[in-house]
């Protein structure tokens, strides 16, 4: 068995996967627009009625796949509402060491927020929470 976190970006999904690509070395793996569909092609105007998504939303992102380290992240626009609601859970990111906790933790608040400032811990040398400019959560933890 395998699981992998999907996000559901509702109209954002192409901006977060630049941001994570320019920002966090990630590695898009494919990316398909509901466009793309095979089963639509020739039938815009239908797109949007079948896939429950806003007319004019036909190029947004219906499913994305990108690599960051050795995780896998599934992604999409989803119903493209503009509201995606990350609740109940947070993406855990590994670091070698203090510097790039630093980094990585800096990167990510850039538009975000902070939950809990990146500190020393009884378990980590920096560990860190915030919520970065799309509402999705990560923690930052330097490997003991």
């Known amino acids: 068995m395998q699981v992998q976190p999907y996000l559901f970006f509702d109209g954002r999904c192409e901006e977060a996967i630049g941001f994570y690509v320019g920002k966090l070395g990630a590695e898009v793996e494919m990316l398909m627009r509901f466009s ?59 670091v070698p060491n203090d510097a790039k906790a630093d980094d990585v933790f800096a990167t990510l608040s850039e538009g975000g927020q902070v939950q809990m400032p990146l500190q020393q811990t009884f378990f980590s040398s920096r560990f860190g929470m915030v919520a970065d400019k799309f509402g999705v959560s990560w923690m930052v933890v330097v490997a003991a």
């Not at 239908?46 to 190029?59: F, L, N, T, V």
């Not at 219906?62 to 947070?90: E, K, N």
């Open 36 to 94: 793309d569909n095979p089963d639509f092609q020739g039938k815009r105007d239908e797109i949007a009625e079948a896939c429950m998504i806003p007319p004019g939303s036909e190029d947004k992102v219906m499913h994305a796949s990108f690599r960051i380290g050795d995780a896998t992240i599934m992604a999409s626009d989803g119903r493209c509402t503009g509201q995606p609601a990350f609740q109940g859970f947070s993406l855990s990111i590994t």
